[in-house]
């Protein structure tokens, strides 16, 4: 894919893409799109020369060893900020803990920084909807972000929205090989789709926003059913560690 410096149509780019490849849509295919990508099919980034930080934010700046103009982004966009490590903000931005909110400057222009787009499970409702219309197909749409794990090393795909996809299984009640019953276990199927996709998609210059996952027809709804990928904070065992706000 050419780079996007402006606003533009994510339909009709995957619709050149269907084409380029010469692929056609089918019951049961999954098309995954970068966070990044269709953050910026909205505009959804900042020039960083053109933000003025405020007070707060400098204040919380010189304690994380951060830019202010970042840090007034971070604080802009996040739900909330924590007490972080020297070099970075972690946030929670959408429902989703993150080192500086999710907020990117990869794979962007000099001095801009890409943002979450706007509702993301409801752009990929819009796609999965537009599918149907022209194609006549029931398909899943996910939008994805990267994502590190405590104590890991390396980024793993995580999605951020999605529609048309049976997103959460809930394990509970069900035995095991020995048969105790799970308690607690949900599988994350988005964030599994997403990590498959990540594998094609690369996190530097390959240029593959957009893929199509096909083989995973039974995890696809014909109807759209809302999921909450999130948790509380009462209920995260990384965010209760947190114990001190910026």
Known sequence: MERMDHPFSIWDNIKLFLKKV????????????????????????????????????IEIADKANVDAKMAELVIRESDVVYSSMPGFLMAVNNGLLAPNGGLDRSNVERNEVIIYP????????????????????????????????????????????????????????????FNNKLKVTKRAIADDIATIAQLSMGESNEGRPIVLIRGLGELVETHRRPYNLSVSFEEDIYTRMYKKLV
């Open 22 to 57: 010469s692929v056609t849509l089918r019951d049961g295919d999954i098309l995954v799109l970068s966070g990044k990508y269709s953050s910026m099919s909205t505009g959804r980034k900042y020039n960083i020369n053109d933000v003025i930080p405020l007070a707060d934010s």
């Open 118 to 177: 706007i509702s993301p499970s409801e752009m990929s409702e819009s796609i999965r909807r537009r599918a149907f219309i022209e194609y006549r197909t029931y398909i899943g749409v996910l939008i994805t972000d990267s994502r590190l794990y405590p104590m890991r090393k390396g980024t793993v795909g995580i999605s951020i929205g999605c529609s048309g996809i049976h997103a959460i299984i809930d394990d509970r009640g069900r035995e095991d090989l």
